[in-house]
């Protein structure tokens, strides 16, 4: 049984990968708007860690909302880029592909911040473990930096920048637009890296 990894492309997803050296990566196209670079991150962090990497196309398109599909954010949305139960699409893709590849547990990138959207808290990975360990194949699910901020776990990971830099974070296309969150994240992120190298 395997370690696998829902791996996006970002900042946060790349530098667990680099930390937990888990053997099976998934990347899921879903219809995002940035699909095409995400996965070309995934692959060159897969590759260079020797992970085996699976993509999953299913176009959800039709369901989503916000940036990540460059619409209008649904009325309740909390965030611009808020796409429903997105989360909960995402881990249940990558289960189905992963029972079949003999994957025992799935681990994700959600970091503290991320639970400013419920499917990014601590309860909600505790749900869906609990919701997936039932069912046949019995896969764990969880996010080993829940309680980290991303710029503690890029150091936790010791992940050296050329390969951070490999990350997409856009939220609106496969070239950054520079003022969606996404952007806006890794800017700062990277900032505070490099402040704390020069302090």
Known sequence: MSKGILLSGGIDSIALAYWQRPSIALT????????????????????ALNIAHYIIEVDCSSLGSGDLLNQEALSLSPSPEWWPYRNQLLITLACMKGIALGVSELITGSVKSDGFHKDGTPEFYELINNLMVYQEGGIKVHSPCIGMTSVELVKQSAI?????YWAHSCHTGNVPCGHCRGCNKYRQVMHELQTLKSA
């Open 28 to 47: 899921i196209n879903y219809g995002q708007a940035p699909a095409k670079a995400e996965i070309l991150a995934s692959t060159a962090i897969a590759k």
């Open 160 to 164: 050296p920048d050329s390969v951070l």
